[in-house]
Nanobody, 125 residues
Framework: QVQLVESGGGLVQAGGSLRLSCAAS????????MGWFRQAPGKEREFVAA????????YYADSVKGRFTISRDNAKNTVYLQMNSLKPEDTAVYYC??????????????????WGQGTQVTVSS
């Protein structure tokens, strides 16, 4: 089992940047593929980005491709989401998630086993 804690959210102007972090407990972090999702008020949770266990493969939603970068540091049990050129439509609660079994290309929330509590990102226009 793994526990996830997100941080780094906040209020930023359009065009600005934020870096989210997700710290994982335990000594088996490298066994989990990791993902970031977001959920805006009144909308379903949607896929943002995912990364393989080694960090060598990444996947992005079309809406963030070229602006967001997912990375991980297995020595620090942490996954990151660097968000640049932020837009008001990026406003949401951002969640990190861990997947114990299966590949790293999972884009559906039900494919992930563990979730953090979320961190709010608000982009003002």
């Amino acid at each position: 089992q793994v526990q996830l804690v997100e941080s780094g959210g906040g209020l930023v102007q359009a065009g600005g940047s934020l870096r989210l972090s997700c710290a994982a407990s335990g000594r088996t972090f490298s066994r989990y593929a990791m993902g970031w999702f977001r959920q805006a008020p009144g909308k379903e949770r949607e896929f943002v980005a995912a990364i393989s266990r080694s960090g060598g493969t990444t996947y992005y939603a079309d809406s963030v491709k070229g602006r967001f970068t997912i990375s991980r540091d297995n020595a620090k049990n942490t996954v990151y989401l660097q968000m640049n050129s932020l837009k008001p439509e990026d406003t949401a609660v951002y969640y990190c998630a861990a997947r114990a079994v299966g590949g790293s290309s999972a884009i559906n929330p039900y494919e992930y086993d563990y979730w953090g509590q979320g961190t709010q990102v608000t982009v003002s226009s």
